[in-house]
């Protein structure tokens, strides 16, 4: 089968906002992603984070850099403020290449973040 490139999403919650508790999250989140789909960092083409109004400490980008993505274009934006969405609450989409096929895409939601999407294969 040749390479396609597939979109990879996950997300994870924070206790609180610091930068200590948004770093080990998401690099915890990363790594799951990225191991339960087989990658590495040559297979990833870019990572887009969000994050909720109530994370303002550090970006999740910096996470990301600090495992060692810093040649990947990361980028971090606001999610949409809406009413009875989950606090401290980050949002990741790896755009990647792979030879697996789209059901076989693992996406990862840990911490409060569990139940967002029960819809997608795990």
């Known amino acids: 089968m040749p390479t396609s490139v597939r979109a990879v999403r996950g997300a994870t919650t924070v206790d609180a906002d610091t930068p200590e508790a948004i770093t080990g999250r998401v690099v915890a989140l990363l790594g799951q992603i990225l191991e339960r789909n ?3 960092e040559d297979d990833i083409i870019s990572i ?3 994050a909720t109004e109530d994370i303002v400490s550090t970006f999740p980008a910096t996470a990301a850099r600090s495992i060692g993505l810093g040649a990947v274009p990361l980028i971090c934006a606001r ?22 096929p789209r059901a076989e895409i693992h996406h990862v939601y840990l911490e409060g973040a569990r139940g967002l999407r029960d819809d997608l294969p795990d």
């Open 79 to 100: 999610e949409l403020a809406v009413v009875g969405s989950v606090p401290r609450c980050i949002r990741v989409m790896l755009h990647v290449e792979t030879d697996r």
């Open 38 to 40: 087989g990658l590495e």
């Open 48 to 50: 887009l984070f969000t």
